[in-house]
């Protein structure tokens, strides 16, 4: 089998110290065959079993560019809406035009039927109801396909952007910010560092398979946000994929995961059930506890040069930027964070990520990539025949928003990856586990994606660039509609305190499931 081959010649190139190749081998094979059969265990023998793998003694050799690789995980945000006004700024960047706009034909097939005119700055922080461009519904109709076309599976049908406003590019779902004037946190880190102009979802579906495709490289064929894994034909109500943090666990790289609640799967306030914070519906998160960090453990080891190897931040509901949250704290969260990372000793060796879960229902030009996608050849998916809605995983999802800072990383609008690993390779969000496993050298990939998706490694220069270029301040936030929450002191069990409730709009995002 290709995937247990590139496992073995991954591990035994970086054997740890004393160790012999006989017994990595034996250690390997026991990794991939609970990974091959851990979909069919039940919770408390996975766990027994997992319990039972040997760990190494000291963690692989690796490279020496990034000691830190920091992950800003926000919420339903297409490329085009926030930075694509920026086109004019950025040589490369394939958005929006500030003085001519961009149309569409309301009716690929009637020209009479006038056009939807995109234009910049007619976003809103908070808005009262979110879009409802179908571009989650791509497991079947999708959002450049003619309307009744089935894109379940490849070869897909033809797909042009002359169909996207009859698939619901229109009204909210077309609203833009101008970044300057509305995003000055987004605007100042995109000016300054990496904006990524071609980095997709890893699944045109919603929130919950794109996390799982972040964090495991698989969705086990769940395409929407919501679904225990019984309800697929699983054994298990979570997800029972290994992780990134898994593979990490296991070769002694460490790592946290930091929010300001700790979740159990399914928790309700200051937890909600629509954004758990640590997305413990996945078994391969939720194994961990001890590594669940509040975000101020996050600013604290960021100060003093201390944080693990890898950090996945989970913002709070009010601030992840979610529609229809207010954008004016998702500004401010990204500020603080990128100025507590800034200010700390390891800048030089941090690597820092914000970026997007989807696009929510927003719309982007873009036709992603689907010649040459793999499907993630998890052994979950195997049981996922309860699973109402079908798909192959054979295409990636729309642009999300991605900008890439840190000491070694340029100014630069980010293309294709250059290096591969494949021919066909783009950036997309497996590309965060995919990245954790190059730069920390682990000795176990976690599927066919996570070995196609291009690395961030290749696009970092060979030095830290002079410290006047980097800014160490951002601009003021955007003033927030409404006071933060919860108040100090506040009470928990009020349910008053924290109310996700503002996700009652009937679009496509993936809230509603």
Known sequence: ????????????????????????????????????????????????????????????????????????????????????CM?????????????????LPKDPKNKSAGFVNISCGTGIYVCESGPGFSFLEGKSAGAFFERGADGSTYPYPPQSVANAAANGANGKAVEMFHTKSQLPIKHALASAYGVFNKMYTASPTMSWPNHMFTQTGTSCGCTSTGPTYDQGGGPTKTYPQFSIYDTMALDGVSFGLYANATCGFGAHPPCTQLAPAFDTYMAGVARHPEHFNSQTTFYEQAANGTLPA?????????????????????????KDVYESLRAGPKWDKTLFLVTYDDIGGYFDHIIPPFEGVPAPDAPCNSLNDGFPSKFDFRRLGGRTTSIMMGGKVPKAVFQEPKRGPQNTSQFDLASVAATVHKLFNLSTALTLRTMWSGTFD??????????????LHLPDAPKPSEPWVPPPGANFDDPDVMDPSRDDDDDDDDDDG
């Not at 160790?19 to 990794?31: D, Q, V």
């Not at 086109?87 to 149309?103: A, R, T, V, Y």
């Not at 660039?465 to 800014?471: K, L, V």
Request: hydrophobic residues 40%; glycine residues 4%; proline residues 7%.
């Open 87 to 103: 086109q004019d700024e950025l040589p490369g960047l394939d958005g929006i035009s500030q003085k001519d706009g961009m149309f």
């Open 1 to 84: 089998m290709m995937v247990r081959a590139v496992w073995l010649a991954s591990a035994l190139s970086a054997l740890c110290t004393g160790a012999s190749a006989a017994s990595e081998r034996e250690r390997l094979a026991a990794i991939e065959e609970l990974k091959n059969t851990i979909h069919t265990l039940p919770a408390d023998e996975a766990q027994r079993r997992w319990n039972l793998l040997e760990r190494r003694e000291a963690p692989p050799p690796r490279q020496d560019a990034i000691d830190h690789f920091v992950v800003l995980y926000m919420e339903n945000q297409a490329m085009l809406r926030t930075l694509g």
């Open 458 to 471: 290749e696009l970092l220069l060979p030095d830290a660039r002079p410290d006047s270029e980097m800014p």
């Open 310 to 334: 890898f950090s996945f931040f989970s913002p709070s509901w009010q601030a992840c930027d979610h529609p229809c949250n207010d954008i004016a704290k998702g500004e401010r969260l990204l």
